[in-house]
């Protein structure tokens, strides 16, 4: 199993980006994805969870109406489009498969700083 995440970067306050995910290994279109986060110091967040067809979407409301999740199974990506960044929004983000953490990328740093 393998998940890469890539898309990460600085960003001022107020700016958009898109990260993405590839998974490979196993079957991707099958299972349940999430989108997590990880401040310095703080412990790991949930942002987002998509389930296996791309139809039911969760965000935590720490992101919700700023970030988009979405799918594409005809090329194992996960997506997430953050609009409206905040210095808050810092973090590492990873994609894992199913609701937990367990099964994860390496992430992607993102950084929200003017």
């Known amino acids: 199993v393998q998940l890469v995440e890539s898309g990460g970067g600085m960003v001022q306050p107020g700016g958009s980006l898109r990260l993405s995910c590839v998974g490979s290994?196993?079957?991707?279109?099958?299972?349940?994805m999430s989108w997590f986060r990880q401040a310095p110091g703080k412990g790991p967040e949930r942002v987002s969870g998509?389930?296996?067809?791309?139809?039911?979407?969760w965000y935590a409301d720490s992101v919700k109406g700023r970030f988009t999740a979405g799918r594409d199974n005809a090329k194992n990506t996960l997506y997430l489009q953050m609009n409206s960044l905040k210095p808050e929004d810092t973090a590492l983000y990873y994609c894992?498969?199913?609701?937990?953490?367990?099964?994860r990328g390496q992430g992607t740093q993102v950084t929200v700083s003017s």
């Open positions: 290994g196993f079957y991707f279109s099958g299972y349940d």
């Open positions: 894992a498969r199913g609701t937990e953490n367990r099964m």
């Open positions: 998509i389930n296996a067809g791309g139809g039911s979407i």
